[in-house]
Structure formats: C-alpha cells, structure tokens
C-alpha cells in the first residue's frame, strides 16, 4: 500500500471521506494489512490467534505423522526409511493408538483420583492414561487435527458455496433468488444434527462426510449473510458503472460485488469454525465422527462418560482442549469484527 | 450534424417502470440526435426522466424500468428497438444488438458512460489504477503492461499530478474532483466514439465543476468525441454544450441549437428554467422561480404536460397534446390560415447549416386556437399554493 501523506492537491468537497485531515491518514483504511495492524493492537483478538496458531501447529504435525505418513508408508521407499503412521510420535515417546499395557485410567501427574488413591500420577504420563492405558497427552495432541481440519474445511465449504448462491440470489434477485433462498430456507428448518446425521447415513460413516454434511448445512448462513450484503452493494454507482463498461455478470459479482460484502462473512467464518469443531465433536460424541482408533477429541469426550467418577480427567482433558479452541476462534471473530467495522474507530 | 446518419439517432423511445402505485412514464417518446463529436445537452428538473433516457439508450435500465417503446441507433447498428407483437406484447425487434453484443461491441468499447456521483462510481476496494487497468484490458487488446502504461498515460492526461504514484492508491485517498477525472480517464480510454455523461459534475463543487468542464472540453477537441451532457444547470450547457434537448416529464419539450435556446427560446417552461438561475446581478428576491413541484409521471396532467405550472397556461392547453416541430411564427395571430411553410423552410435551412433545427412542443406556436383560449393562470397559480397531492394529476384532468 502506497503511503502519501499528500493527499490533497486541490480543495475537497464537504462529503469527502475522512473525519480527519488527510495529511495525518496516510494509510489506506483497507486492504490486509491494515486489518492485521489493527488486530495486532487489540490483545483479545490476539490471544485468539494465538491459541489457533498454536492448534494449527499441532494439527499440522499430527496431520504429517498421522496421515502423510501412512499415506507414503505405502510407497517402498519410504517404507524403509521407517516412515509409517505415527512415527513419530513413536519415535519421540510413544504412539496414540496402540495400547501399551499401561495402566488404565491414571491420574495426571502428581494428583490422584478414586481408581488410584494415594498412588499420584508421573511424568510418563502427565495428563494421565485412558481407559485402554493410551497417553492423553498424545491423545490429545493428535485429536486437534481433527478438529482444526473439520473446522476449517466445512466452514471454507460452506462459505465458498454459501457466498456463490446468496450472491448470485442477491445479484438477480427475481426468480433466481427466489429459488436459492427458499432452498436454503428448507435446509435451515431441518434440525442441524439430524440433517447431518442423515447426510452422513445416506453417503457414508465417516469424517469426510462429516465435513461436507456440516458444510453443506451451514451453506444457509452464509448464503442469508452475503446477500444481505449483496443486496446494497449491487445498488452501488461502481456497479453500475462496471456494467456500464461492458463487464460481464460473472467478473461484476467476483470483482466488485463479492469483496465488497466480504467482511462480514470472514467474521462469521471465523466464528463459524468454532460452531463447526463443536458440531463435529459433538458427532464424534455420538459415533458418526472419526472413527477408533484414530484420536478425536469428541470420541475421548465420548468414551470418557463411563469413566466419569474414576478418572474425571479423561473427561476434562478434551473438554478443554474444545473449550480453548473454540474460544480462540471467537476471539478472533471479534477482534477482525472490529477491525473490519469502519464505525468502530480505533 | 450533418446530411448524413448522425452518430447516435433516439427515436420515440419510451422507458415506464412498472411500480405497485401504477406505471412510470419516465421517458415518454423522446427523440434526439447526436452528430460525430457534438457535445448535446440533455437539461431539465429532477424527475424529468433525463437520466433514464440516458441509461435506456446503453440498455440499462433495470427491473422494474423497461424500454416499451422506440428504437435508438449508433452507427448503422440498432441498440433498441421495440416493437409490438400481434396481440399486444412488447418485442425487441430482429436487428436488435443481443445482450452479448452489447457488452462486447458497445459498452465501454463505442458509448462510456461517466456516473454523477464520483465518490460512489470507483470500487472502494481496489486501487484507482487497478481498475482503469482493468477497464483497458476489457474493451482494448492489449497485454496488462501496456493497459498499465495506457493507464498511466490517461491519468496524466486528466491532469492527476505524479500519475505513477497515485496509480497504486485507493480512491478514499483522492479528492472529489481527482476522483471525477479519473472516471473521464476511463471513459476515454478506449477512446469510445460517445461518451454519456450523467450530471457528471452535480457533486462537486463550482470550482472544481469549473476544472472538469474545462477539462472536457479540451479532451473533446483533442478527442473528437461525441457527449451526451445530462444536467440540470443551464449555466454548464451554456458552457459547453452545442445544441440542447430541453426535458420536462419525460418528453423533450424543446430542441435547439445552443445560442438559439439562450436567445430565441421558446418555450414558457425553458423561459422560466433560465430565469430562475441566480444571477448576480438580481437578488434572491427578484429570483423567479418555476412555481410548483414536476407533476408525478405516474399519471401526468391532460393535454400539455408543463400547463398546471405554466405561466401561459390557457383552456385550451389542457385539452392538446402539443406536437412536437418547429415554431410556427406568429400562428397565433394569424390563425388557422398559415400552414407552417415558413417555419419548416427555416428548420431546412438550419439543417443544412448543420445546426439543429429549432423544435418546440407548445400550443403557442400552433394553429389550435391558444389565442382565443381563455387563460388558466389561475389554477397556475393555485397549484403553486396548492400541496403536492393536488398536484398529483387526475383531478384536475378533465
């Protein structure tokens, strides 16, 4: 972006935008930068992306280690390299899935619980064992994979689906929009849980079809949102103008009218996420998620409500890994709310 | 305008949108020509359809608006033209360009259009460069460097200072009227043959107005583009404009060459249009202004539309649609009698000078009977008072 402080070469009109004298304004109130300065200034949106940045990481290690990994093991060469599913985690301590012949349901360390009175838990296994003696800890490490992916790819699917039909119903209003709005209208009545549930029993079982049965059901979120937005922007003189100048339909709504309606949608993206890994972990809870062995958070949360009153902390552990996740991502929503909101002036 | 085609011909064209209160007739048969580089003022209140016909000759107009009648040519090629099939039902015509054509052929490429409102025409989120690049690379072949150095080069010409530096900025970052010369760098960028300004210079203020108008006429010598000039300011046609269509309720009530409109006008409603702009040497007191409020063209008035605020207004106005054609000179002492040879003679005549000739839509100049019509001065006067549901139409129609 450049930067001038001479803005001004001739008198401006009254309805110039700026409430301060330009001189002092030099930069350019848009553009990412200037979003992520603001960001950057407000601590609570920092936090935010802090705790994702640190879940990113995770999940990008468990992501290499527990599926690269198995992927290239079958490939010879890499076979002999020793590269398999969770190595390593294997190689550095110890691996998520099998079960060692640890004891179960171990305390973390230094506390105790009901199952080992008086016997603490230790550093081999510092949040404690579950109920099949597996480390927590790396349990827990893993897991995030899981949920920072689910997140991410079902609100990106439902954002990029959501934003071309609320655009398109919003552009060409008419017919076209009353279709696409009142389809995403009926998947809006559906109960979420059940829509995906059904979505996942009619396609398939598994994580992938969690994704996309999350996606497609928060398609309506967003497609209402940006054509709320849509609606005023198409309205706008460059619009016009565009058209005007021969610009076909297609470049209008990519060019000019999407990025103009985009910043609500990335602070609902960004919030979204947090809902989705909530969702995802909640079927997980109820079976329809990852499936074991592979760690998720939702199926710890799921296999520990037996273990309650033994181990509480097989329980605890993955709620707060859920809790801070999800918390981090709001955060961030706001803090980019407001960074984005020209009303709100820092 | 000469003998042959002219540059962009408007014939009856006729754009209504269809509202739940009833339909608009917001351009109601308006005819004019542009001739190969004629810069044609298109004046009159707000409300009188100026910006419609402007927007319905590129086919702009959107739902609810739509073009129902009329047909517009540019260049030998038909932009518009509607006709009306067997049982009634609007038809665009087989030599109609297509939509596709439209945007390819014409827009951008052959008619720009400049927006009035310069702080809302440039997208907020992309650089000022960036998109007339953009807009080079649509209507010219050339490769994204040299529509840059075309871009650059347009930005100097509209007198932007440091071109190169400015490129990379955002609009936010340019006053009002840099902002308004960067559209006209636009506009004139593919060089287009006509250039539809819509009140290109209302939101600015007379200093800044003063510049562009300059502006646009040195690039319009340099250029030789043709302009379609919507405004309200008789004072900017006065300035740049060669012949003026002069719009009241959707119909051109007066068509004349620029010095013929200033000194020979002819309508009432063009006579009190130029003596309510304010003068120095008059006072706000002595200002006259055109009593009344533009009827709503949901329903206008019977006979001549302008005669519920006409300070000429007779019976008979109420009663005549006026034709639209040249004045007949003193029809109105000499009666039936005269045919109008005379007048028509005189539009010949003008015509082959190239200048427009002079029409007027006024039952003054025709052999209606005006002269023995008893005055409605009245009611003119009346409707001044009058609030604006009585100037609503219908009941006063007979």
């Known amino acids: 972006m450049a930067t001038t402080p001479d803005i001004e070469n001739e008198p401006s009109p009254d309805r110039e935008f700026n409430e301060e004298p330009a001189a002092e304004q030099p930069k350019a109130r848009v553009g990412w930068q200037y979003t992520l300065s603001q960001v950057r200034r407000d601590p609570t949106a920092m936090s935010g992306l802090v705790v994702i940045g640190v879940a990113t990481l995770v999940a990008v290690v468990s992501f290499v280690d527990g599926v690269l990994f198995a992927y290239l093991a079958g490939f010879g060469a890499f076979a002999s390299l020793g590269v398999e599913q969770y190595a390593i985690a294997e190689a550095l301590w110890v691996s998520p899935i099998a079960e060692t012949g640890a004891p179960i349901l171990r305390p973390p360390a230094f506390l105790t619980n009901e199952l080992y009175p008086g016997e603490p838990g230790t550093l081999a296994h510092p949040l404690g064992t579950d109920h099949r003696g597996r480390d927590l800890l790396v349990r827990l490490f893993y897991g995030t994979r899981i949920a920072i992916t689910v997140g991410i790819v079902s609100t990106g699917l439902a954002m990029v689906l959501g934003m071309v039909v609320g655009s398109v119903a919003g552009y060409y209003g008419g017919l076209v929009d009353d279709a696409l709005m009142r389809g995403a209208e009926t998947l809006y009545a559906i109960p979420f849980l059940v829509l995906v549930i059904v979505f996942m029993v009619a396609f398939g079982r598994n994580l992938t079809f969690a994704m996309i049965g999350v996606g497609v059901a928060t398609i309506p979120t967003f497609a209402r949102l940006i054509r709320s937005r849509v609606l005023s922007v198409r309205e706008e003189e460059y619009v016009d103008a565009a058209r005007a100048a021969g610009v076909r339909d297609r470049n209008i709504i990519m060019r000019h009218v999407i990025p103009n309606s985009f910043a609500p949608v990335l602070v609902q993206a960004t919030l979204q996420v947090g809902v989705s890994i909530l969702i995802v972990a909640g079927l997980s809870f109820l079976g329809y998620g990852a499936q074991p062995p592979t760690p998720s958070w939702g199926q710890m949360l799921s296999n520990s409500r037996d273990y309650m009153l033994p181990n509480p902390w097989f329980s605890i552990w993955p709620g707060l890994a859920i809790l801070a996740t999800v918390v981090g991502f709001n955060l961030l929503g706001d803090g980019l709310r407001d960074a984005l909101d020209p009303r709100i002036n820092n | ?398």
């Open chain 2, 1 to 398: 305008m000469s003998q042959s085609e002219p540059l962009l011909r408007v014939e009856n064209l006729k754009t209504q949108f269809f509202t739940e209160e009833g339909t608009v007739r917001a351009v109601d048969g308006v005819s004019f020509e542009v001739g190969e580089g004629e810069l044609v003022g298109l004046v009159g209140e707000s409300g009188a359809g100026k910006s419609v016909a402007a927007q319905s000759i590129m086919r702009l107009v959107e739902e609810p608006g739509r073009i129902v009648d009329g047909t517009v040519t540019y260049k030998g090629r038909t932009l518009v033209d509607i006709e009306r099939g067997p049982d009634g039902d609007l038809r665009e015509s087989e030599a109609m360009l297509s939509r596709r054509e439209m945007r390819t052929d014409i827009r951008g490429t052959e008619i720009a259009i400049i927006f009035q409102d310069p702080m809302e025409s440039l997208n907020p989120v992309f650089t000022v460069g960036g998109q007339v690049r953009e807009f080079i690379e649509l209507n010219r072949d050339v490769s994204g460097a040299e529509a840059e150095e075309i871009a650059i080069d347009m930005l100097r010409e509209v007198g932007i200072p440091e071109p190169v530096k400015r490129y990379d900025e955002y609009p936010h970052q340019f006053s009002g009227g840099m902002r308004q010369r960067v559209l006209i760098a636009m506009a004139l960028a593919c060089e287009p043959s006509l250039i539809i300004a819509d009140e290109p210079t209302t939101a600015l203020d007379v200093t800044v107005e003063g510049q562009i108008l300059d502006l646009v006429d040195d690039l319009q010598e340099k250029y030789d583009t043709a302009f379609v000039w919507v405004t309200h300011d008789m004072g900017v046609v006065a300035e740049i404009c060669d012949s003026v269509n002069v719009m009241y309720l959707g119909e051109v009530i007066e068509q004349a060459d620029v010095d013929d409109l200033f000194h020979d006008t002819k309508h009432p409603y063009t006579r009190a249009l130029l003596r309510s702009i304010p003068r120095p040497d008059r006072t706000v007191e002595s200002l006259d202004p055109i009593g009344g409020v533009m009827p709503e063209a949901i329903n206008p008035p019977s006979g001549c539309r302008f005669h519920t605020r006409c300070p000429d207004a007779r019976e008979v106005c109420r009663e005549v649609h006026p034709t639209h054609a040249p004045p007949e000179e003193g029809a109105d002492a000499a009666g039936a009698g005269n045919d109008g040879a005379r007048p028509a003679d005189a539009a010949r005549a003008a015509e082959a000078d190239g200048r427009q000739p002079h029409l007027v839509s006024c039952v003054k100049y025709e052999s209606v009977g005006y002269e023995h019509s008893e005055s409605l001065e009245a009611e003119a006067t009346g409707a001044f008072a009058g609030g604006l549901a009585e100037m609503r139409g219908g009941e006063r129609d007979e």
